[in-house]
């Protein structure tokens, strides 16, 4: 099912099941609630996880459509916006990975001060968020979802 199945299921679930069986003293009686009770915690499990993923695409879909409504604008502040931080990333990384070693290379010859180092975290962060690398992606592609 999923994690939320699987908490309740094997973690609260059990628990649950383990009283119910403990308060009823016939034994087969207290195997029947308890697969009752596991059915219905894992029924109310699913429902949710259903209702979870109803919630995610719908809001997925309503992302969809704004990222349609601001590309198809004329104004840079709207659909410039992707395009101009991918260019700031690409921009960050190429002084990163190619110019700021050679200024330091430059700098040990010529006695300057060293070039300063730019913080890659936000810069690949924010890259790999645009270019949909992140993991949730991933998991995607290799589930065939993609």
């Known amino acids: ?17 383990d009283i119910v069986g403990n ?10 609630a ?13 429902e949710v996880e259903m209702a979870l993923i109803a919630q995610e695409s719908t809001i997925a879909a309503a992302q969809s459509e704004v990222n349609k409504v601001e590309a198809a604008s004329d104004s840079l502040f709207k659909s410039g916006w ?8 690409v921009g960050g990384l190429v ?7 050679l200024l330091a290379w430059l700098s040990a010859i010529y006695s300057w001060m060293p070039p300063p180092s730019l913080e890659m975290d936000t ?16 998991y995607e592609r290799v589930n065939g979802k993609a």
């Open 1 to 17: 099912m999923g994690i939320l199945s699987d908490f309740l299921g094997g973690g609260l679930g059990q628990k649950i099941a």
């Open 23 to 32: 308060r009823i003293e016939d034994k087969g009686k207290a195997q029947l």
């Open 34 to 46: 308890q697969l009752e009770l596991e059915k219905v915690i894992g029924d109310r499990a699913h």
């Open 82 to 89: 992707r395009p101009m931080a991918g260019w700031a990333c």
């Open 95 to 101: 002084y990163q990975v190619i110019v700021r070693p």
């Open 123 to 138: 810069l690949l962060t924010l890259l790999f968020g645009m270019l949909g690398l992140g993991a949730y992606r991933s």
